[in-house]
């Protein structure tokens, strides 16, 4: 049967009224539900849209057209997280101080300078009439909930009431204009400038080793010692957390590092000549920080054409995560150099001019109006120069600098990107739709032909002079971008002859790739989680998908077992303890009694060393943690930096730590070692970006808690990040810094061909309202790892369905 067969197929099974569709599932309760579906008229729709909702507030929507579905997924998104969409729009559109205060002038003033600065609606002419259309729908049905609301006076989200302020009307071409995708790399390059000052340079690789080995180079002409901060200017507002003192408590110093330094996902695919079924496997479990609400939302949406279910974000059209009826795709952190700045030298006289390929230039200026609650409105100027935004302007130093970044070129319309993935239906359409994907992701296939996949995906600039991006570059001409490679430029492989392949942010560019020349990047996650990802699969000939669900849950650290390999003798009174860690099988579980003695002891000994092996004026320079495979090499062969007798100034301070986490296990977990367990620490709990605000923290009651004990850590495939590097106000405002941060909230295995096998998490919940009976509900099966089945076939979803809805064009009878 063809795809359209099919689709039409389960169009008649799901559309052709309400008794055929339910007439196979048995149940009084599910028929009554069926019976009387809520009708809803929406202005926009151009046929009757179908939406059944399973036990986890899951929708599955059923459309006669590609564009209608695309209109229920806007629809449905703004339903159940309105106050996320409003709030992410606000901040990429630069309109959070009109409700929020003249705190937020400085995010508005970033986000708008980054706004795409092109002819947008050439811009959204020049993408596939397909993709055109479903944007508009999308954007159409966020519209449509928001009039629905106004029209019925249906509450609003709580935030909404407590700030007293509207959501917006969106508009499509925002989807083009909004482009910011800041990955932090720009800090580093200013931190390497002021290294290279004071002649310390080879000192951060403490911080950030470069893979493959690259030897670090001044750009010619260059002035290090000229290069500070404040040259990031508005470019170091656009990545920093938002400024929302007084709105909620107050973060860690280091919580942006922290994030970033973790962010990632585990992916793998395995070729059916490998798993017990003779089907591929796909899995996938993106990593970000914890919140509420989560990250993904999931939805399945069908019509003529388009079969697709799986994680997506609210703002963005479609399924980041998932697979249609023919393939499955998953996605990581792929790593590309995509920002550089640029030090310009402007005129002394003239300090709107810069000099440019041998010659004084205008910048280009433009004047933006910015709302303020409680205040007048802000005129800002916006600047603009060859490379780019111009960040920052100093007229007493003949000094500015602007940004290069690939997201900001014409034709990275990566907000619209996932559409052509979800109506792809082979390797070669979905390769072409990733040529509109930006962010830098390694993207993982896998299809019912029995095909998997990996194609690195993302906006590959192509840099001049010999420049390699690491650190800021004179704004001269010499280093200007040409312009950005194509997709063909990085690297991908199919049917790879092993049967598996598998990702997890590590340096996977092949032996033979050119990076020298293609300079995608030189910094990348320790391969921990990766090289513990390849010793399972490689040792699975026969794979299930159990086996990838247990991987996705897997706590084993070889990186701790390396370093408890080292702890020397210790005093009699914590030989005991040292005892305890050696007989440890490295399984950072919740109840383990070795694991949180061995995370404290990790967090002080990556704080001693850091101590010893960087000196004290360089600190402010060079932000902890150490980055663990340095730190572990160094304990493994140590050296003069730590004196004369390294191995045994090593050895002491190794002691030194295990005392110190010791007497810390003691305070915090009490006197007996075998009563000890990592849960105790790794506890989580989610709380309102707001919680602060009263009435905020009485609307939405926290999520997990003291006793919602984790396992996990940064280095094991279950990543589960903490930030032991919490400043001093934040613990004193009681903040635990072994508290889990971040990990993987939404997490997916397909059985690819019998996709009702498929098995999802998807945590906290669907929902932002905490009366709609999804806000929390994933909590306890994300803590204990049990995989819910992903429906997809249209018995399945018969089966599943909880509550039915028809979306309905308005003016007409349904």
């Not at 395995?270 to 089907?279: H, K, M, Q, V």
Request: hydrophobic content about 40%; proline content about 7%; charged content about 20%.
């Amino acid at each position: 049967m063809t795809h359209r067969a099919t689709a039409l197929s389960r169009r008649h099974v799901l559309l052709g009224g309400v008794a055929a569709s339910l007439a196979g599932v048995g149940t009084r309760a599910l028929a009554r539900k069926a019976a009387s579906p809520r009708l809803l008229g929406l202005e926009g729709l151009a046929a009757p849209v179908e939406v059944f909702e399973d036990q986890w507030g899951v929708p599955h929507v059923c459309a006669a057209s590609v564009p209608d579905a695309f209109f229920a997924n806007g629809y449905l998104i703004a339903r159940d997280r309105l106050w996320q969409l409003d709030f992410d729009y606000r901040r990429s559109t630069g309109r959070l101080a009109e409700v929020f205060g003249p705190d937020f002038v400085p995010s508005d003033t970033a986000n708008r300078l980054f706004l795409f600065r092109g002819d947008a609606q050439a811009e959204f002419a020049a993408l596939p009439p397909t993709v055109q259309a479903c944007a508009r729908a999308y954007v159409a049905g966020i519209n449509a909930y928001l009039e629905q609301v106004r029209a019925t006076g249906e509450k609003l989200p709580p935030e909404f009431t407590i700030f007293s302020y509207q959501p917006l009307q969106w508009d499509v071409l925002d989807l083009v204009r909004i482009r910011a995708e800041a990955t932090g790399n720009t800090k580093a390059e200013i931190r390497r400038a002021r290294l290279a000052a004071q002649g310390a340079l080879d000192y951060d690789a403490l911080i950030m080793p470069l893979r493959p080995a690259h030897t670090l180079r001044v750009p010619d002409g260059l002035d290090v010692h000229a290069v500070t901060e404040q040259d990031l200017g508005l470019f170091g507002v656009l990545q920093a957390s938002l400024p929302l003192s007084g709105l909620h408590a107050p973060p860690s110093a280091s919580e942006d590092d922290h994030r970033r330094a973790n962010e990632g996902s585990n992916a793998w695919v395995i070729a059916p000549t490998r798993t017990a079924t003779g089907r591929p496997i796909l899995a996938n479990d993106p990593h970000l920080s914890f919140g509420s609400p989560g990250p993904r939302h999931v939805i399945h949406l069908t019509a003529p054409g388009l079969d697709v279910i799986g994680g997506g974000s609210a703002g963005m059209p479609g399924v980041m995560q998932g697979h249609n009826a023919h393939f499955a795709f998953g996605r990581t952190n792929f790593h590309i150099d995509q920002e550089d700045l640029f030090i310009l030298r402007t005129h002394p006289a003239h300090p709107e001019r810069y000099f440019h390929n041998g010659r004084w230039v205008e910048m280009e200026r433009t004047e933006t109006t910015i709302a303020v609650r409680g205040e007048a409105a802000r005129t800002v100027t916006l600047r603009y120069a060859a490379q780019g935004p111009v960040v920052s302007t100093n007229a007493a130093r003949n000094r500015a600098v602007a940004v290069s970044a690939t997201w900001l070129y014409p034709g990275a319309n990566g907000m619209l990107a996932n559409i052509g993935i979800n109506l792809a239906q082979d390797w070669t359409s979905f390769r072409e739709a990733l040529k509109l994907h930006t962010s830098p992701t390694n993207f993982t296939y896998a299809d019912t032909a029995g095909n998997i996949g990996w194609q690195a995906a993302g906006g590959l600039p192509e840099r001049t002079g010999g420049y390699d991006g690491l650190m800021p570059a004179p704004g001269d001409g010499r280093y200007d971008w040409k312009g950005l490679q194509p997709l063909d430029a990085l690297p991908n492989s199919f049917n790879p002859a092993r049967g598996w392949f598998g990702t997890s942010n590590e340096l996977n560019l092949p032996a033979d790739y050119p990076y020298e020349q293609r300079c995608v990047s030189y910094e990348w996650k320790d391969p921990y989680r990766y090289n513990r990802v390849a010793e399972v699969l490689a040792a699975s000939p026969h794979a299930t998908l159990a086996q990838s669900v247990a991987l996705q849950h897997d706590t084993l650290s070889h990186l701790a077992l390396s370093v408890v390999k080292l702890l020397p003798d210790v005093p009699a009174d914590i030989r005991a303890e040292a005892d305890l860690l050696r007989r440890w099988d490295g399984r950072v579980e919740a109840t383990s009694a070795a694991a949180a003695l061995y995370e404290v002891w990790w967090t002080r000994l990556n704080t001693l060393f850091y101590q010893a092996l960087v000196p004290e004026n360089l600190r402010a320079l060079l932000p902890q943690p150490l980055n663990a495979s340095v730190l572990l090499a160094f304990l493994q062969k140590p050296d003069g930096r730590v004196g004369d007798k390294p191995e045994a100034a090593r050895d002491a301070l190794l002691v030194k730590a295990f005392q110190q986490a010791v007497e810390e296990a003691r305070d915090r977990m009490g006197p007996v070692a075998a009563a000890w367990q990592w849960g105790t620490l790794h506890t989580l709990q989610l709380r309102h970006p707001l919680h602060a605000v009263e009435a905020v923290a009485k609307a939405f009651l926290p999520i997990g808690g003291e006793t919602t004990h984790s396992g996990g850590d940064p280095y094991t495939v279950m990543a589960r990040w903490y930030n032991p590097d919490l400043s001093q106000k934040a613990l004193a405002h009681g903040q635990n810094p072994y508290a889990v941060t971040g990990g993987a909230s939404y997490l997916m295995v397909c059985d690819v061909g019998a996709w009702d096998h498929s098995l999802f998490l998807n945590f906290p919940g669907q929902s932002a309202l905490p009366d709609s009976g999804h806000y929390e509900d994933f909590l306890q099966p994300w803590l204990k790892g049990a995989m819910q089945p992903l429906v997809f076939s249209a018995s399945a979803v018969q089966a599943a369905v909880r509550h039915h809805a028809v979306l309905y064009p308005k003016g007409k009878t349904p």
